[in-house]
């Protein structure tokens, strides 16, 4: 799935408001300029495809191709989301994760995980994402399988408070746990049990930081339930993707940057790429209200290191990214590119190859058949008349 955002100065894009401030660590910094650039960034572009699946008595087992497009993906992490008629989210299950993809490169995933059921009516997706959250593909997966049918116990829970998630309904009762992660596939960051407070069962997430969060709400016999998002408010920043790639007709490296967050007016944007010693070879710092960035770098080196760090106004650091990068040349995509070309055109001049020569001998067996249908005619006409 590729992710194309055209950058505006002043744009806004898919933030919910939220509150409650960290203790960032601040830094004095020199005053930069404001980025006020019109462009287009390509923050990822991850295909998934051949999804294959089929179950036994206690398992799914499947498999698909997942290719990388362009610049080096980190941090990718792949599994099931099941949702109900409605669109909410009934179960997460986490199948693995791939550490990075380079830019070209395709992998093959098999998967096995024990046997699920869905409520009435509802849907299985394979989602893939990065370790931020954000989402790089899916595919449906329920119309390839059989799966066992539930009905959703009558409860519903939402976000009344901040922090605080109620839950309601004839079956409420039924709740026992939640634990909550900063996405689909993320590591628990806190689990407590839900209390009840006359018809309503709460809970309440006091120690986590300001930003978007899923709670999974478990059943007394262990199983997840019910997945629901919520946001603890505040001030809050972090890296979505970042992606380092050379563009077709372009002479210097792009690094593609998306920042999320929460309340961020204007901030400023630090980028620093380093070689595999440490060397420094580009840096930079603009102030922005963008949320996505296409920064040329002018780079010496084709590989290494970026980090991004995303600092308010007043220089408070609100996060920081480091990830490794290594650029593809332009020369090399195009020769790729052209190999898979060929390689395409080969394969379709092979299969009309083919069908030529089958149709050749076909027309060749009618013709040796042909021949001798006529010949043992003839034959037969001239035993015929010596005969009589």
């Known amino acids: 799935m590729k992710l194309i955002f055209f950058l505006l100065s002043g ?9 409650a ?3 960032p660590v601040k830094q004095d910094l020199p005053p930069v300029p404001t980025f006020e650039r019109r462009q287009t960034a ?17 398992t799914i087992e499947g498999g698909f191709l997942i290719k990388n497009n362009i610049g080096t993906q980190q941090g990718i992490f792949y599994g099931l989301v099941v949702e109900t008629q409605e669109g909410g989210i009934f179960n997460i299950v986490n199948l693995g994760s791939i550490n990075s993809l380079r830019e070209g490169e395709t992998k093959k995933v098999i998967f096995s995980t024990p046997l699920i059921s869905i409520p009435e009516k509802g849907k299985v997706f394979l989602r893939v994402e990065n370790e931020a959250g954000l989402s790089l593909g899916s595919a449906l997966l329920s119309n ?3 799966l066992l049918t539930i009905s959703r116990p009558d409860f519903i829970c939402t976000q009344q408070e901040s922090a605080f998630l109620v839950c309601q309904g004839k079956e409420a009762s039924y709740l026992q746990n939640v634990t909550v992660a900063r996405t689909f596939f993320g590591n628990p960051l806190e689990e407590g049990f839900l209390f009840q407070e006359g018809p309503r069962i709460k809970t309440h997430t006091s120690k986590l930081s300001p930003g978007r969060y899923y709670a999974s709400i478990y059943s007394k016999d262990k199983q ?19 992606i380092v790639a050379k563009k077709e007709g ?32 580009f840096s930079t710092s603009v102030i922005s209200k963008d949320r996505v960035f296409a920064l040329p770098t002018d780079l010496d080196c084709s590989s ?3 980090t991004v760090t995303v600092k308010n106004k007043e220089g408070l ?22 190999s898979t070309t060929q390689k395409k055109a080969n394969d379709k001049s092979f299969f009309i190859g083919v069908i030529v020569i089958m149709f050749m001998i076909l027309i060749c067996l009618s013709f040796v058949l042909y021949v001798r249908y006529y010949r043992h005619r003839n034959s037969d006409g001239n035993l015929q008349e010596k005969i009589n």
């Open 144 to 146: 390839k399988v059989d």
């Open 42 to 58: 390509i923050v990822a572009d991850v295909d998934v495809t051949d999804l294959t699946a089929t179950t036994t008595k206690s």
């Open 21 to 23: 401030q960290n203790n």
């Open 250 to 281: 372009e002479t210097a490296p792009l690094a593609s940057i998306l920042v999320e967050g929460f309340f961020l007016k204007e901030y400023q944007l630090a980028v620093s790429l380093t070689d595999s010693a440490g060397n420094e070879c």
């Open 224 to 242: 997840i339930v019910a997945v629901v998002p919520f946001t603890v408010l505040g001030v809050f920043a972090q890296v979505g993707n970042i």
């Open 11 to 19: 744009s806004v894009l898919f933030f919910q408001v939220s509150f």
């Open 317 to 338: 650091t609100l996060a920081t990214k480091t990830e490794s990068y290594n650029i593809m040349p332009v020369v090399d995509r195009l020769q790729e590119k052209a």
């Open 304 to 306: 290494g290191f970026i």
